[in-house]
């Protein structure tokens, strides 16, 4: 398993890494001066309220959310690449024909591509870091560049769902899949708190059937939310990212299971 | 051996599910309840719509909220009451009628009941309400029903079901027979006023008097209305008892904080 997550890694080593790593601490450099993202938004917006509730004491940057998104970016492009690609090449019966079973190269697969995005994400935040105090003098506090690491919790499951899409299409599809897959949870993950907000069982029936389907996305706005550093949040918040990540690995491997590599449309 | 793995992956995928579940529910509670409900509420949701649905969601949300307050309302007083509140809110005609004759069966000598009485106010003979298909099986009051109904509380709160009810009389048609409206409003009559705002009432049947020639009736409508000009109106009335009711609350709170220290 170790030895496939360290053949995911390798793929640091391209230059396709490299040029997404430059814009990446570009982006970095020049955010790092930006406020907290909550100061960046609207402050009568919903979302502004949820990362801005109060509760916890350091804020997340603004630096630190255009991270994200370009890691999650890589993640989508590396994982949903990796397992079509070596189904495609014929790559994936020489390591079956190892003493590797199905289930091991999958969560080798996983825990690349997560180790990839941990690395990328690292990278860009001490830059982050370096540059505010370089360039301003404002060196950020433990605490705060803890807070800023608690957001990289959302890529366990989102490298979960990429890599278990990627078992269902090819390369091309799977990057689609995963982008729309990403777009629609996005567009999901208000229905909890507008919920709350409208009077209980207005929506009746339809109501039941929207959270039928919202249960079927991770719920991102979750990493987002204000909260104290290592508090009962951020536990729950570990149960839910290794949940969805557990679900979706299960779906993989189950495809992967029955999954016949010799055949052509596979 | 296929099958045994593939068992395996079920029970660790409805075991994943259990702690999803559990894990968002949890998490979903510590949005929401961090969320200023001041601040973040319906009218948060209203404003994220496009402006041609914002009415009609207005409407459905208060709707929803008060049909909620009917099921909520523990005591008759407060079932009455939330029942009356979405009687006079729906559009519906015959949720009203059903809602405000649920009312008179709960609790019919209840004040909060007055809006059900004047719904049902001579719905016998008004052969134009909105609910006339329904007309038989909902119940209709005379005007000596709704007397009897007035008789035990004050002034001040009889004089809204008085006015409610000469209103409801003069929209009827056909109309009612002066001589019905007189009899029914001469209660008003003897006794003194206490509000300045039943000088309207006693102009009214000042005027049904002096069409109907009955002069002793007008001269005695007029001298009431002219004595009740001088009163004190019911809003000032209210908001002074509001007053002193703030002013002892203040004073009850200074008592308190002045034991405290």
Redesign the interface.
Known sequence: MFAIAELTLRKMKEPAFFIMLAIALVLAFMTSGFDALSDQMKS?S?FA??IN???GEEKLLTSTFFIFGISAILAGFLGAAEIPRDISSGLILLIMSKPVKK?EYMLGKYFGILGVCMIFFTFSEVVVVVSSYLCRGNLYSFPCILRQFELAAAFIPYTAIVVAISCFAGELASIILTAMYLLISLSFNLV???A???????AGQMEKGIFMIY?LFP?Y??YF???RIFG??FI??M??S???A??FL??A??KL??MDFTSADS | MAKKKIAGIFIAMVSAFFFYFVSEAVLRQAVVAHLNPKKYNTETVISLMPASLRDSLNYKFTLTALRNAVAAAKTPREKVSAMASLAMFTKDASEADRLYSGILKISPSLIESQKAYINFLLRDRNASSSASKSKNTMPSISLRQLQDYMKPFTQEQRFNIWADAVNKINAMKPPLPDSEILDFLMPILSEKAEFRDYSILYAEISKIARRNGKTDIERKADDLADEARFCTSIIEHLSKISEEEYRKAVQAEKDKSQTKK
């Open positions: 009568d919903i309220g949820i509730s109060g509760r289930y909890p708190i507008l709350a907000m409208l009077p209980a069982g207005f249960y719920n706005i979750y939310q204000d909260h009962v949040v729950f918040l149960v839910y290794f949940a969805i557990a679900i299960c779906i491997a189950l299971e029955i």
